[in-house]
């Protein structure tokens, strides 16, 4: 009774070694393989963005039909931060300012979508040369590995796997 116990009980554990952790490596590179497609499609919109000074319609559906194309779902964050220059202090006599600041206001996304969805842009422009532009992505379902992993260890495990930010000053002003 004691060697068929040894034997099922070692049967089961080269299953786990020669079935179950190979599937396993299997899924990280997958995940390996969705990280870099979701990065490269990231960093040549925002790229594309800093280099020309807009964001169409067009390379948001690019981006996201490229990162939707890894099997996963993700959350898209976009932030605009627009450089200006605001006078302080008190005004002279002929209106003119001594002092300045520089400031930063911040366009996330709902800002940006609307001018996407608009009909009659679908385009967002109001990027300036010297504004900062940054695109952040994030899965929001389990990726197959981490379903594994949680099965195997016994654990939960976080959602978030695959996340990629990503930004930059702006080159250009695009200009009609």
Same mark, same amino acid.
């Given at each position: 009774? =004691? ?7 070692a049967?089961?554990? !080269? !299953? ?28 040549d ?7 020309? &000074?807009?964001? $169409? ?13 890894? &099997? ?6 976009? /932030? *605009?931060? /627009?450089y ?14 001594? %002092? +300045?600041?520089?400031?930063?206001? $911040? *366009? +996330?996304?709902? %800002?940006?979508?609307? +001018? ?5 842009? =679908?385009? +967002?422009? /109001?990027?300036?040369?010297? %504004? ?12 197959? !590995? $981490?379903?594994m992993?949680?099965?195997?260890? =016994?654990?939960?495990?976080? $959602?978030?796997?695959? &996340? ?8 250009? /002003?695009?200009?009609?």
């Amino acid at each position: 009774m =004691g060697d068929s116990l040894s034997v099922i009980f070692a049967t089961i554990v !080269a !299953a786990i070694i020669m079935f179950l952790f190979p599937m396993l490596d299997t899924w990280e590179r997958q995940d390996d393989l969705s990280y870099m497609a979701a990065y490269t499609a990231v960093v040549d919109m925002v790229d594309a963005v800093r280099n020309t &000074g807009r964001l $169409t319609e067009d390379m948001y559906s690019d981006l996201v039909s490229a990162i939707t194309t890894t &099997g996963n779902r993700f959350k898209v964050q976009m /932030e *605009h931060r /627009e450089y200006v220059i605001v006078p302080k202090g008190v005004p002279n006599a002929d209106g003119s300012y001594n %002092d +300045y600041e520089m400031v930063y206001i $911040t *366009h +996330y996304t709902d %800002d940006i979508l609307a +001018y996407l969805t608009n009909p009659s842009s =679908g385009e +967002y422009t /109001e990027f300036n040369k010297g %504004d900062f532009f940054y695109v952040s992505i994030k899965n929001t379902n389990k990726t197959q !590995a $981490t379903m594994m992993k949680q099965n195997l260890y =016994g654990t939960r495990m976080e $959602t978030f796997k695959i &996340g990629v930010p990503y930004g930059g000053q702006i080159k250009n /002003e695009y200009s009609r």
